[in-house]
């Protein structure tokens, strides 16, 4: 399991403050216990999704070909020094990856 980083957590602290300020209101008119936990289960949810996504773009590596027109690019993540290495080599290099090698 990852640790939580600084960027998930800044991202989940607010939503969990939106969600109790949502669920007080709600509650004070008189919604249904049914919805009420179903907004917040969504609005955790988002949150959670939203702090997950950012995490990864943040952990993660693009390479794309420098070449017009070719649509090669290659998305790592989790992976070794030398395997990114390898994966940027793979990519930005036309030869390797092109129809006309
Ligand atoms: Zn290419």
Redesign the pocket.
């Known amino acids: 399991m990852q640790k939580t980083t600084l960027i998930q957590a800044s991202i989940i602290a607010p939503t969990g403050a939106v969600a109790i300020s949502l669920g007080a209101q709600l509650a004070h008119h008189n919604v249904g216990t049914t919805a009420l936990v179903a907004v917040l289960t969504c609005v955790t949810a988002t949150g959670l999704n939203l702090a997950r996504q950012i995490s990864e773009g943040f952990r993660t590596t693009l390479y794309t070909?420098?070449?017009n027109d070719?649509?090669?690019s290659i998305r790592a993540a989790g992976t070794s020094k030398t395997e990114l290495e390898r994966l940027h080599a793979l990519?930005?290099?036309?030869s390797?990856?092109?129809t006309d090698r």
């Open positions: 070909c420098p070449a070719c649509p090669v990519a930005t290099d036309h390797k990856h092109g």
